[in-house]
């Protein structure tokens, strides 16, 4: 008996847990720290940084399985979801001024007690205008999850003048071209559907770039140039 009771609870134990964002819900629903795109985001109007989104949404995918986010802060403000399932989110507000945005389409806001709904989510992801919009060109300040470039500065993080110059060119319809910019664009991430060159310029000794992984420049000669192809 005392055997048989062990084994139940070994099987309890082994038992994936529902409900608890772990591994496998991270593949399917992540967090991006920098919000380069996004399928969902939510908002507090009271604040920005919130610390309790005071209401309860539940997202659903095509398998069925269901994941519950309540009381949550502003680490999880925005949601990416894996595009290769289809996905409701049920919600429930328990405060006036919260609610979510998806696409162009706001729900809440402007909140009764206990207001809810359930939605289908369009798997369309929205760009911080901070980003490029959907261009194949995107620019951003902080690390998204999908940056292929980096720039540098040797003598600032925050650099207010990158000094020197850089030609996108992916072949077909774009050629977008940068200069003496700020860190507002360290980053960069490029539409992967195209082939790239990557042209540079150098103008200043201790500026440089880094490109899957190989650092170009940090020691220039003045007009130190090259040509990349991704």
Request: charge should be negative; proline fraction near 2%.
């Given at each position: 008996?005392?055997?048989?009771?062990?084994?139940?609870?070994?099987?309890?134990?082994?038992?994936?847990?529902?409900?608890?964002?772990?591994?496998?819900?991270?593949?399917?629903?992540?967090?991006?720290?920098?919000?380069s795109a996004w399928h969902v985001a939510f908002f507090d109007l009271s604040s920005d940084s919130f610390s309790s989104w005071d209401g309860k949404v539940e997202f659903t995918d095509s398998n069925g399985d269901t994941e519950v986010m309540e009381s949550f802060s502003s680490d999880k403000k925005y949601v990416i979801l894996d595009e290769s399932l289809t996905w409701t989110l049920t919600y429930t507000f328990y405060e006036q001024d919260i609610g979510f945005t998806i696409g162009n389409t706001t729900y809440g806001g402007s909140n009764q007690y206990g207001d809810s709904g359930t939605i289908d989510v369009p798997l369309v992801r929205t760009y911080s205008d901070e980003y490029g919009g959907n261009g194949p060109i995107s620019y951003s300040s902080c690390a998204p999850e999908d940056w292929q470039i980096k720039f540098i500065d040797m003598s600032a993080d925050n650099f207010n003048s990158w000094g020197g110059e850089i030609v996108f060119d992916n072949g077909i319809d774009e050629v977008e071209s940068i200069e003496y910019f700020s860190s507002d664009i360290k980053y960069v991430t490029l539409d992967d559907s195209y082939s790239w060159t990557i042209t540079y310029t150098f103008y200043e000794d201790d500026i440089g770039f880094i490109l899957d992984g190989v650092t170009y420049g940090l020691n220039n000669q003045y007009g130190d140039s090259g040509t990349i192809q991704i």
């Amino acid at each position: 008996m005392r055997k048989s009771l062990w084994f139940v609870l070994f099987l309890m134990l082994m038992m994936p847990m529902s409900g608890c964002l772990g591994d496998n819900e991270e593949q399917r629903i992540s967090f991006p720290e920098c919000a380069s795109a996004w399928h969902v985001a939510f908002f507090d109007l009271s604040s920005d940084s919130f610390s309790s989104w005071d209401g309860k949404v539940e997202f659903t995918d095509s398998n069925g399985d269901t994941e519950v986010m309540e009381s949550f802060s502003s680490d999880k403000k925005y949601v990416i979801l894996d595009e290769s399932l289809t996905w409701t989110l049920t919600y429930t507000f328990y405060e006036q001024d919260i609610g979510f945005t998806i696409g162009n389409t706001t729900y809440g806001g402007s909140n009764q007690y206990g207001d809810s709904g359930t939605i289908d989510v369009p798997l369309v992801r929205t760009y911080s205008d901070e980003y490029g919009g959907n261009g194949p060109i995107s620019y951003s300040s902080c690390a998204p999850e999908d940056w292929q470039i980096k720039f540098i500065d040797m003598s600032a993080d925050n650099f207010n003048s990158w000094g020197g110059e850089i030609v996108f060119d992916n072949g077909i319809d774009e050629v977008e071209s940068i200069e003496y910019f700020s860190s507002d664009i360290k980053y960069v991430t490029l539409d992967d559907s195209y082939s790239w060159t990557i042209t540079y310029t150098f103008y200043e000794d201790d500026i440089g770039f880094i490109l899957d992984g190989v650092t170009y420049g940090l020691n220039n000669q003045y007009g130190d140039s090259g040509t990349i192809q991704i």
